[in-house]
């Protein structure tokens, strides 16, 4: 019979907590409530953390998933109704304000079939700088055949609460010159290296360059194609309606913190998101949920006899 565990752990300067199920294992930092790995015994990692990640407060980890909220990307590209909730917009910073403080722990629990364990974030307990309103966040995290995220923003307070946000998922890939992503055809997408044109994707996306698109309404279900560590990494959301595909390449990896210059290689992000004109807006003491499951298919490619 398999028990989960659920264990609390210091790295560096951060209080994390390690769940276990099987042969999989999950790393969860309390700053940011931010999942810094996912894996399967003896198999490369699925979620990717920069071996330059520096564990202590302040700053969100380079790589796991970070959780970008109240905003996503540059707050002054976002609509109107995400800026005003923010009392000096032109000086926030980028991802919004919830990657780098500490989450409150809810709960843990180990069962049979699972290990989780809930962090949650209140702005009335711990308010924000130049955004002054009552919301709670909760992120709930279940370790089992699946790794099954939760994030439920609740409006707290007596008008309207506006949001843009991302699950700012980093995976780890064998290369991104040979990995793929299905589920994207046919997707109408903004260009944001090239004025934010719109753009229409055909067929799956490969990578061959900086890599960094908004995707519009895409399918529940998108999946990486690794041939090389013969794999799927499979994504299933609910309460997502937009998906950013980024991979730094050369150039940007080399002025990216906490990053190696060879690590966009290795990487890739697919970010469950609102962004634009999906940001969320919730009337008074109503909540919203964005959802992932996250799992891994091997795929055994038959080799042609040589
Ligand atoms: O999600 C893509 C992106 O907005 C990129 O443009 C890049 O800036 C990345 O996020 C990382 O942002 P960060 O603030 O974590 O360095």
């Given at each position: 019979m398999t028990t989960a565990s659920v264990d609390r752990i210091e790295m560096g300067d951060l209080t994390c907590w390690s769940l276990s199920f099987n042969n999989s294992k999950l790393l969860i930092a309390e700053q940011g409530a931010q999942i810094l790995r996912y894996e399967n015994n003896g198999e490369p990692p699925i979620i990717w953390l920069s071996e330059h990640a520096e564990m202590k407060p302040g700053n969100s980890q380079r790589g796991g998933v970070p959780v970008c909220w109240p905003w996503f990307g540059d707050l002054l590209r976002n609509p109107d109704s995400v800026q005003a909730m923010h009392q000096q917009p032109q000086q926030a910073g980028a991802h919004?304000?919830?990657?780098?403080i500490d989450w409150a722990l809810e709960g843990v629990e180990q069962r049979e079939e699972c290990a989780s364990i809930t962090f949650s974030y209140n702005s009335l307990e711990q308010p924000l700088a130049h955004w002054p309103h009552a919301a709670e966040l909760i992120l709930s995290v279940r370790l089992g055949e699946r790794l099954s995220i939760s994030l439920v923003c609740r409006n707290l307070g007596d008008q309207p609460l506006a949001f843009s946000q991302a699950l700012h998922s980093y995976f780890a890939v064998s290369d991104i010159n040979q990995v793929s992503v299905e589920g994207l055809q046919d997707c109408s997408y903004i260009e944001t290296l090239e004025d934010w044109q719109a753009r229409s994707q055909t067929g799956a996306l490969h990578f061959s360059g900086e890599t960094d698109r908004i995707y519009l309404n895409p399918p529940a279900k998108l999946q990486i194609i690794d041939p090389l560590w013969q794999r799927t990494i499979n994504l299933l959301s609910t309460g997502s309606h937009s998906a950013v595909v980024w991979n730094p390449w050369i150039d940007k990896a080399q002025r990216l913190?906490?990053?190696?210059?060879?690590?966009w290689q290795q990487m890739l992000c697919i970010e469950h998101a609102n962004v634009l004109d999906d940001a969320v807006t919730l009337a008074p003491a109503t909540e919203h949920e964005l959802a992932l499951d996250i799992w891994v298919e091997h795929t055994l490619t038959s080799h042609p006899l040589v």
């Open positions: 919004g304000l919830v990657r780098s913190s906490q990053f190696d210059d060879a690590a």
